[in-house]
């Protein structure tokens, strides 16, 4: 009698078992279909401020970003990253190296990086203008691919102050 009861328990604990979901799995985001750091760029590039800013390179500096600018069309990511940090040592308080390095960091899919460059180039930087924007897309694409509607809309608004307007003339 005891035997029966036991099978039954048992029986029971493995229907159960069974029926029970897998555990979720941790799985990196699924690649976005369009180029990111293409929609990046683009908000940059259409960011018109009357206010633009735009630093004095060393020459070095400039040279290690060309480097950095050939490594990542070469898709040498990691190349053009060390490139980047290189750069930064030369010139700590440029944020637009910062942004940079963020962009190398969606190439490489590491968008939690990605958004921390990116608050800390803007955090530097002028907080207006074509770098404010790539700043903004950068967040805001990177709230996108966390599934974070409303991180991902706060961004767009940002990114809407990023354009200063200039003087009315009539």
């Known amino acids: 009698m005891h035997y029966l009861r036991y099978c039954a328990m048992a029986a029971a604990v493995l229907v159960t078992a069974c029926s029970q979901p897998a555990p979720p799995q941790a799985t990196r985001p699924t690649p976005p279909t369009y180029d990111i750091v ?21 020459p070095g500096v400039q040279g290690l970003e060309h480097a950095a600018q050939s490594d990542e069309r070469a898709g040498k ?24 390095r963020a962009e190398i960091a969606v190439r490489k899919q590491d968008y939690p990086a990605a958004e921390k460059l990116a608050k800390q180039s803007f955090e530097m930087g002028p907080k207006s203008g074509s770098l ?9 694409e990177m709230r ?23 003087p009315n003339r009539f």
């Open 77 to 100: 990511y990691d190349d053009a990253d060390a490139k980047l940090v290189q750069a930064l040592k030369l010139a700590p308080e440029a944020p637009e190296l910062i942004q940079d």
């Open 38 to 58: 293409a929609q990046i760029r683009a908000a940059g590039e259409r960011e018109k401020s009357a206010i633009e800013v735009a630093p004095l390179r060393d």
């Open 144 to 166: 996108m691919q966390a599934g974070d509607q409303n991180g991902a809309m706060a961004a767009r608004t940002d990114l809407g102050k990023c354009h200063i307007a200039g």
């Open 132 to 140: 404010c924007a790539r700043n903004q897309q950068t967040i805001y």
